[in-house]
């Protein structure tokens, strides 16, 4: 049997908790946690305070801890944490998704360089193990597409508003409550929160290194009652969907909200599930579907790490290798419902092909085509008064 593994936590929010549960609720993990690094001393805490310490270095400078946890909020200070405890020569394992997306690269060249492995299933999708199926069974050049529900608050959100007849507010403060919604929500519904998890996705999909500000994401915050009547009226739902595709000798990535049909996998994920559906030259369509937001499902998948560490697995970054030189770009056009409040957001955005125009009272839109780069540069997030959603 191989040596119990000695486990240095950093955090002890929604997530630590879990895993301290599960892990103490599982009898095949050879792992247990010795020292818990958080920052708030006067925080009550369930469990015995000698577990806890306020010094990062408590964790980093101890040889005899194989394994460092990392599942705090602050993306500057855990890629400190991280990046040390990786050149110290601790695997270490993180549910960071802003951290790892903006320091991907230079976390892989950490990697190389120093032998340490990390380990992020925990950081895309919560309990869906799309990372390490990417890595391992579609361990070649056939995929063509991804797309996922990516996010739990805002999926339970766009449920509960549309099936249950929930205000946005309501939905957002249960979301909050259960744990699912990040310390910032705004992070959850203008749809940076899977931004973050599609630019590691595209690194695992297609080896790409992607910038998370040249990646474009909008998300739900200005759905309006007549958005809400447009989709109920056509027999649709939207859903917030991340997707990435190889179109010929390049690669398009991006974030927004998408009318689906009933005949879409995707119309049936509800609530806090996430969802991931793989588009690939011989296997054609594959979906993933489980939990991705919450205590004890992403906990789960950050403890299928630890146990992955016990045998020594790590990332080889094989797309990184195999389709590497291929760039990410935003020249893509795809087709839009927009929502609009004067005909020069509609220059401005260079909204193309119009093929319809409603207006009334209440409400303005047309259905036309729109390029990711205009989009990207329109600055959505800072507008309430617009919304989009691409139409496929
Ligand atoms: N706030 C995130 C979500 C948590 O709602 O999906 C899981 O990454």
Not at 371 to 377: F, T
Request: glycine share 6%; proline share 3%; charged share 25%.
């Amino acid at each position: 049997m191989s040596k119990k593994l000695k486990v240095g936590l950093f955090g002890f929010g929604v997530v630590g908790q879990g895993l301290y549960d599960v892990l103490h609720k599982t009898k095949g993990i050879n792992a247990e946690v010795v020292k818990i690094c958080v920052k708030h001393r006067e925080k009550p805490r369930p469990i015995d305070k000698e577990y806890f310490t306020f010094d990062k270095n408590d964790i980093l400078n101890n040889d005899s801890l194989d394994v460092v946890v990392e599942l705090t909020d602050n993306a500057d200070e855990a890629f400190e944490i991280v990046a040390t405890a990786l050149r110290k020569g601790k695997a270490v394992v993180s549910a960071n998704k802003k951290m790892i997306a903006e320091h991907l690269e230079e976390l892989y060249k950490i990697q190389q360089q120093t032998g340490s492995p990390l380990l992020y299933e925990a950081s895309v999708c919560g309990s869906i193990p799309i990372i390490r199926n990417l890595e391992e069974y579609y361990d070649n050049d056939l995929l063509n597409s991804l797309d996922g529900i990516c996010n739990g608050t805002t999926n339970y959100i766009l449920t509960k508003t549309s099936e249950e007849n929930k205000t946005y507010e309501d939905a957002l403060k249960e979301a909050q409550v259960k744990g699912f919604a990040e310390s910032n929500p705004r992070l959850d519904v203008q749809a940076f929160d899977p931004k973050y998890k599609l630019t590691i996705l595209l690194c695992h999909t297609f080896g790409v290194f992607v910038k998370p500000e040249d990646v474009f994401n909008f998300g739900i915050q200005n759905l309006s009652a007549a958005d809400s009547t447009f989709t109920r009226e056509k027999g649709l739902k939207i859903k917030l969907i991340a997707h990435t595709s190889k179109l010929g000798d390049k690669i398009v990535g991006y974030v927004i909200p998408t009318l689906i049909s009933p005949d879409n996998m995707f119309y049936a994920v509800r609530n806090e599930f996430n969802a991931v559906q793989l588009g690939a030259a011989f296997s054609d369509k594959q979906f993933f579907y489980g939990k991705g937001a919450g205590g004890h499902p992403t906990a789960s998948a950050v403890l299928s790490d630890i146990s992955a560490l016990v045998y020594r697995y790590r990332y080889e970054y094989k797309k990184v290798e195999q389709n590497g030189t291929l760039p990410f770009s935003n020249e893509h056009l795809i087709d839009v419902y927009v929502r609009y409040p004067d005909e020069s957001f509609l220059k401005e955005l260079n909204v193309t092909d119009i093929q319809q125009r409603f207006s009334s009272s209440e409400t303005q839109y047309v259905i036309g085509k729109v390029s990711i780069d205009s989009l990207l540069r329109a600055n959505l997030n800072e507008r309430n008064d617009v919304f989009i959603a691409q139409w496929n």
